[in-house]
């Protein structure tokens, strides 16, 4: 069974860093395509970055420069670097990873249950 714990949200301020965390069980990360998302009050939830199985990796296009994704394969756990923190990156951030048949029926989406991170100026 997927489960998805994400860790290292906070509060700093404008200019600040964090470092978020997406520890796995029940899926290996290195085999699946992953992803951090977050969601403001108000507003949709839009993607953060991916990376795929292959390595790939993607950005939106308000982090491109400031945020890095990377994946530990030993530990399992991918993370979320974010770096010169606007007041607009303030928002719930959720892990995601993608499962694939046959592993599963259908193509499935698993989520972590968020973590706050709060940007003041």
């Known amino acids: 069974q997927v489960h998805l714990v994400e860790s290292g949200g906070g509060s700093v301020q404008a200019g600040g860093s964090l470092k978020l965390s997406c520890a796995a069980s029940?899926?290996?990360?290195?085999?699946?395509?992953m992803g951090w998302y977050r969601q403001a009050p108000g507003k949709e939830r839009e993607m953060v970055s991916s990376i795929t199985d292959d390595g790939t990796t993607t950005y939106g296009d308000s982090v491109k420069g400031r945020f890095a994704i990377s994946l530990d394969n030993y530990k399992n756990i991918v993370y979320l670097q974010m770096n010169s923190l606007k007041t607009e990156d303030t928002a719930v951030y959720y892990c995601s990873v993608r499962v694939y048949p046959p592993v599963v029926v259908t193509t499935t989406d698993y989520w972590g249950q968020g973590t706050q991170v709060t940007v003041s100026s």
């Open positions: 029940g899926v290996i990360f290195s085999r699946n395509g």
